[in-house]
């Protein structure tokens, strides 16, 4: 039987099939899977945030929806409307595309607000209330949501609500020149994508997610990220900081860190590596913060270099 480390090294090294020289952003976006978090991939258009989520959801024996999202797009195209049925004279539910394991909601920002918050009971509480019904979404669900943060036209910025409810945010990044080589030669045949096979079983990924939740935490190490995260609300260069669930997911992604590293604990360097996916998009900046070129991961490093490290 495969360790937990083979198990997610398997997972990591079929992704990288697709996504070529991104190893640290495919293992943080597996640690958000494992930790049944949500993931916004946010980068320019051509650097691999769709692929890099549909190898993600290709690697997972699970079912996946695609839902572009576009400005036209209404609340019951995500979770399902009634429909009236003539033989039987009674309206029936027909699910929307939230149903399913992975949703891969691609340019999310082009959603309007109103249907972005269709997605915030889903991401939060894992089911859909509609007409006064609540449905239950199925035990594995994520959605993995990508976004162009550069193109202004015909967007629309997503509420702090739902940014919270992302279990981290990452950037893809360009590749070197000698990678890029390697994408032209992997893809010389046909994409990778379309030869991707499965890796992991539903039954094997939700033991890894129970194992992930097993994983220890000595609590001088757990008051070490709570204190990260309390810190942020009284940063002075921040209007909001981090909320609760922040801390949470802090405390979760270091556990699949962990997990995914072979250890049977957690440590400081891992809730240290955690911070910037897991906090940066939960943070607004005050105006004359931002004005001075400050950012959210210089804030966080600020943060850091004050709260003590456990020993």
């Avoid at 033989?87 to 082009?110: W, Y």
């Avoid at 015909?154 to 990044?173: C, I, W």
């Avoid at 931002?290 to 020993?311: E, F, I, K």
């Amino acid at each position: 039987m495969a360790t937990d480390m083979q198990l997610g090294q398997a997972l990591i090294e079929n992704v990288e099939k697709v996504i070529i020289g991104k190893r640290p952003v495919i293992e943080l976006a597996v640690v958000a899977l494992l930790c049944r978090g949500h993931l916004l991939l946010e980068d320019v258009p051509g650097t691999g945030k769709t692929m890099l989520a549909r190898a993600l959801a290709r690697s997972l024996a699970l079912e996946s929806r695609r839902l572009q999202c576009t400005p036209d797009l209404l609340p019951s195209d995500v979770t399902g409307v009634p429909v009236f049925n003539q033989k039987t004279a009674e309206f029936e539910f027909r699910p929307g595309p939230v149903f399913t394991n992975v949703l891969l909601a691609d340019e999310i920002n082009r959603a309007t607000p109103r249907a972005q918050s269709a997605l915030l009971e889903c991401m939060e509480e894992f089911h859909v209330s509609v007409d006064g019904r609540t449905y239950e979404l199925p035990a594995v669900f994520m959605v993995l949501a990508t976004q162009n943060p550069i193109e202004m036209a015909g967007t629309y910025v997503l509420p702090e609500a739902q940014l919270d409810r992302f279990f981290m945010r990452l950037s893809v990044g360009y590749p070197s020149p000698e990678e890029e080589v390697r994408i032209l030669q992997a893809q010389s045949a046909g994409h990778p994508i379309e030869r991707l096979a499965p890796v992991l079983t539903e039954s094997e990924f939700l033991a890894a997610r129970d194992a992930v939740r097993a994983v220890h935490v000595e609590p001088a190490v757990a008051d070490y990220a709570a204190r990260i995260v309390a810190a942020t609300r009284e940063h002075p260069d921040l209007r909001l900081g981090a909320s609760p669930r922040g801390t949470l997911a802090l405390y979760r992604a270091a556990q699949g860190l962990a997990w995914l590293r072979g250890r049977d604990f957690v440590s400081p360097d891992l809730v240290k590596a955690a911070v910037a996916p897991v906090l940066a998009h939960r943070l607004i900046l005050k105006p004359q913060a931002a004005a001075a070129g400050r950012g959210a991961n210089q804030v966080l490093a600020d943060v850091m270099g004050r709260v003590p490290v456990p020993v």
